[in-house]
C-alpha cells in the first residue's frame, strides 16, 4: 500500500471482510450488527471504532513517498522517476506522463495530497512561484486571491522582494496584488536571503509529512 495505489474493489472487499469479521457469523446466519459500517471506520473521537478507510489509508502511504521524493531529491529513486517523468519541473508539478510504469502512477496519484496540506516557508523566495504555489499562511488555501496577470513581472516569490535591505518590495506588491494578499505577504518575514525556500507540512507541529497527519487532513476535507 505504500508502493500501489490498490483498485477500489480491492479495498471495498477487505473492508467487508473487517466488517464480517467484527459483526461475526454463526454457519449460515450472521449475528446481529451491534453497530453500522460507518460507525466501525469512524475515528475514535466521533465515537466510532477507529478503523481506517482503506483508500484513503492507501493515499496517506503513497503521499509519504510524494514526500520523500521531494525532501531527499539526491536517491536514486528520485533521480530515476525525475529523469523519467518529471526532468523539467519538480515533482510537486509533475504529470502522470507518457506510458508510465504503475508504480509512478501510483505515486503521481497523491501529489495533490502534499499540494494541499503543504505551504512553502520563504528564504529567498527563488524556487516558490507567486501564482501557483502554496506560500500566503494568512491566507485560505495558502495561495493569492489576486488573478495572474500575464503582463506581470513578477513571477517568482523573489521579484517581490528587495535586497538592500532586504524586505519586502511594498510598491511592487501594491501595483500587482490585492491589499489582501499585500497584507499577508508583509507578515511573512525576510530572516536571511542564502536560505533555501523550505515546504512545510501545515497539519503537523514538525512541518514534516506523517502518515497519520496525512489521514488526518483526509478525513477532514472530506467532511
Known amino acids: 500500500m505504500s508502493c500501489f495505489l490498490l483498485p477500489k474493489g480491492l479495498c471495498s472487499r477487505i473492508e467487508k471482510a473487517v466488517c464480517s469479521f467484527w459483526w461475526g457469523t454463526n454457519g449460515t446466519k450472521n449475528k446481529i450488527h451491534l453497530t453500522k459500517k460507518g460507525n466501525l471506520f469512524k475515528s475514535k473521537h466521533e465515537g466510532g471504532m477507529g478503523f481506517k478507510t482503506l483508500r484513503d489509508f492507501n493515499m496517506e502511504m503513497l503521499a509519504k ?3 520523500r521524493l521531494h525532501t531527499n531529491p539526491t536517491t536514486l529513486l528520485a533521480k530515476c522517476f525525475k529523469a523519467k517523468y518529471f526532468p523539467h519541473t519538480d515533482i510537486l508539478q509533475a504529470t502522470t506522463g507518457c506510458n508510465p510504469s504503475y508504480a509512478w502512477r501510483s505515486i503521481q496519484s497523491s501529489i495533490w495530497v502534499i499540494n494541499k496540506g503543504s505551504c512553502w516557508g520563504i528564504g529567498n523566495g527563488n524556487s516558490v512561484k507567486v501564482w501557483r504555489d502554496n506560500w500566503i499562511p ?3 488555501g495558502f495561495k493569492v486571491v489576486t488573478t495572474a496577470e500575464a503582463q506581470s513581472p513578477s513571477k ?7 535586497q538592500d535591505p532586504l524586505r519586502w518590495d511594498s510598491d511592487i506588491l501594491s501595483s500587482h496584488l490585492l491589499p489582501i494578499d499585500k497584507a499577508g505577504i508583509e507578515q511573512i518575514p525576510l530572516l536571511n536571503k542564502s536560505q533555501s525556500d523550505d515546504l512545510m507540512w501545515v497539519y503537523y507541529s514538525t512541518g514534516i509529512y506523517t502518515v497519520k497527519s496525512g489521514y488526518r487532513a483526509i478525513k477532514e476535507w472530506q467532511s
Not at 156 to 162: A, T
Open 65 to 67: 513517498q510524494t514526500w
Open 138 to 140: 494568512m491566507n485560505h
Open 156 to 162: 517568482m516569490v523573489e521579484d517581490l522582494v528587495q
